[in-house]
């Protein structure tokens, strides 16, 4: 009877013990992280994803209230595995500190070799910006391996790209009050192969980079030197090394704000941003889709009654469909709202969503997708102006 009692209680212990198991198991998405920390005011400036080890690294810098105002920068690991479902925030792995005129910072994980570069700016006194690279190395504890400042003063860094054969450091040359495109070559080692400069009478910032399908460069940039409005878009063809192929404007009589170019093999182009010359009735998210050459495929926009915009765009693993995002308003004069749309190759929207809260605006820095869920690195910033960052992690689909 004794051992009765014994095998019955065991068996429900066992039961409850497996209950307890699936509830635990079940996580509901979408799934936030904050990113916040005492008197310090946070801002997400992007994430990389190590292969196989299903972990994301995001980028992380900090206004730190101090006898003088600085910025400290981390990294932190994010656990993303699709067989644990967990999130955890790992502790900071590493980090620096820089002066008070910090102006940026980014960080990229080559396609190649795997290391993890990245760079920041200082503005000096005056004009004077200061550019530094830097090459991050170790899976555990990252130590900054290689600094390098060759000739990049003056220059304001908008993004470090890594191409097949180095990197590509695409911004803007500051020469007085005016701006052009520029674009600096690096090696896989970090030395300046070559700087190119491109420009008008106005104001001409570079995006993005992409490699292309017959081994040249795709520069994505905005112009208010030519095109057809107040602020184009421009694509521009270099070859490797350096000189011009071909230049296409695209935009209307308003103006186009272009953020990230992503590619398919190299040979079609993906530009998301924003459009006041294209829909209605205020700004819109846009996406053009081009050729390798400059030839413009069709253009979408996509929006509601009040201000939207694309930040950044990915295309979804082993498919032909993209989603890219951004931000949409919540009402005339309101905060923002994170902006999500899937479409296919076509242009044609699949779904789309929106992740926000009252009284805060919510601007998404990066996305990344795998073939189940995708991953948002965000900015929330509320009605006083102070900034913590988010991540969001969600499933795919409507």
């Given at each position: 009877?004794?051992?009765?009692?014994?095998?019955?209680?065991?068996?429900?212990?066992?039961?409850?013990?497996?209950?307890?198991?699936?509830?635990?198991?079940?996580?509901?998405?979408?799934?936030?992280?904050?990113?916040?920390?005492?008197?310090?005011?946070?801002?997400?400036?992007?994430?990389?994803?190590?292969?196989?080890?299903?972990?994301?690294?995001?980028?992380?810098?900090?206004?730190?209230?101090?006898?003088?105002?600085?910025?400290?920068?981390?990294?932190?690991?994010?656990?993303?595995?699709?067989?644990?479902?967990?999130?955890?925030?790992?502790?900071?792995?590493?980090?620096?500190?820089?002066?008070?005129?910090?102006?940026?910072?980014?960080?990229?994980?080559?396609?190649?070799?795997?290391?993890?570069?990245?760079?920041?700016?200082?503005?000096?006194?005056?004009?004077?910006?200061?550019?530094?690279?830097?090459?991050?190395?170790?899976?555990?504890?990252?130590?900054?391996?290689?600094?390098?400042?060759?000739?990049?003063?003056?220059?304001?860094?908008?993004?470090?790209?890594?191409?097949?054969?180095?990197?590509?450091?695409?911004?803007?040359?500051?020469?007085?009050?005016?701006?052009?495109?520029?674009?600096?070559?690096?090696?896989?080692?970090?030395?300046?192969?070559?700087?190119?400069?491109?420009?008008?009478?106005?104001?001409?910032?570079?995006?993005?980079?992409?490699?292309?399908?017959?081994?040249?460069?795709?520069?994505?940039?905005?112009?208010?030197?030519?095109?057809?409005?107040?602020?184009?878009?421009?694509?521009?063809?270099?070859?490797?090394?350096?000189?011009?192929?071909?230049?296409?404007?695209?935009?209307g009589a308003g103006y186009e704000e272009p953020q990230r170019m992503i590619t398919?093999?190299?040979?079609?182009?993906?530009?998301?941003?924003?459009?006041?010359?294209?829909?209605?009735?205020?700004?819109?998210?846009?996406?053009?889709?081009?050729?390798?050459?400059?030839?413009?495929?069709?253009?979408?926009?996509?929006?509601?009654?009040?201000?939207?915009?694309?930040?950044?765009?990915?295309?979804?693993?082993?498919?032909?469909?993209?989603?890219?995002?951004?931000?949409?308003?919540?009402?005339?004069?309101?905060?923002?709202?994170?902006?999500?749309?899937?479409?296919?190759?076509?242009?044609?929207?699949?779904?789309?969503?929106?992740?926000?809260?009252?009284?805060?605006?919510?601007?998404?820095?990066?996305?990344?997708?795998?073939?189940?869920?995708?991953?948002?690195?965000?900015?929330?910033?509320?009605?006083?102006?102070?900034?913590?960052?988010?991540?969001?992690?969600?499933?795919?689909?409507?």
């Amino acid at each position: 009877m004794n051992y009765q009692k014994t095998i019955w209680c065991v068996l429900v212990l066992l039961a409850i013990g497996s209950c307890k198991k699936d509830e635990k198991e079940v996580v509901q998405y979408p799934a936030y992280i904050t990113f916040s920390e005492e008197g310090k005011d946070i801002s997400i400036e992007g994430m990389v994803r190590y292969p196989f080890l299903n972990q994301l690294f995001v980028l992380q810098t900090a206004e730190v209230l101090t006898q003088f105002q600085q910025r400290e920068t981390k990294h932190y690991v994010l656990d993303v595995s699709n067989e644990s479902k967990d999130i955890q925030k790992a502790k900071s792995t590493f980090h620096f500190t820089a002066g008070a005129n910090t102006h940026k910072g980014s960080m990229k994980l080559h396609k190649n070799n795997y290391q993890m570069i990245g760079f920041v700016t200082d503005h000096a006194t005056g004009s004077t910006i200061n550019t530094k690279l830097y090459n991050l190395q170790g899976f555990g504890q990252m130590q900054i391996s290689t600094i390098v400042n060759q000739g990049l003063d003056n220059i304001e860094p908008i993004r470090l790209v890594d191409v097949n054969d180095g990197y590509l450091l695409v911004g803007a040359k500051i020469n007085g009050n005016d701006k052009n495109v520029v674009v600096v070559k690096f090696s896989p080692t970090f030395s300046k192969i070559w700087e190119k400069e491109f420009g008008g009478a106005g104001n001409d910032m570079a995006m993005d980079a992409v490699d292309l399908c017959d081994n040249n460069y795709g520069i994505l940039a905005y112009t208010y030197s030519k095109g057809a409005g107040d602020r184009d878009i421009w694509y521009l063809k270099l070859d490797r090394n350096g000189y011009l192929i071909t230049d296409t404007t695209f935009g209307g009589a308003g103006y186009e704000e272009p953020q990230r170019m992503i590619t398919r093999g190299g040979c079609e182009l993906y530009i998301a941003g924003h459009s006041t010359s294209f829909g209605a009735p205020e700004h819109d998210a846009y996406v053009l889709k081009i050729n390798d050459k400059g030839g413009k495929i069709w253009e979408k926009t996509f929006g509601t009654q009040y201000h939207d915009g694309f930040n950044t765009v990915v295309n979804i693993p082993n498919t032909k469909t993209f989603i890219a995002a951004g931000r949409s308003m919540q009402g005339v004069g309101q905060p923002e709202d994170i902006f999500l749309v899937c479409f296919d190759e076509d242009g044609k929207e699949l779904w789309r969503k929106k992740y926000g809260e009252p009284n805060y605006t919510e601007l998404p820095q990066d996305i990344i997708a795998d073939e189940e869920f995708y991953y948002l690195a965000c900015n929330r910033i509320d009605i006083a102006g102070k900034s913590h960052g988010v991540f969001i992690k969600d499933r795919l689909g409507n």
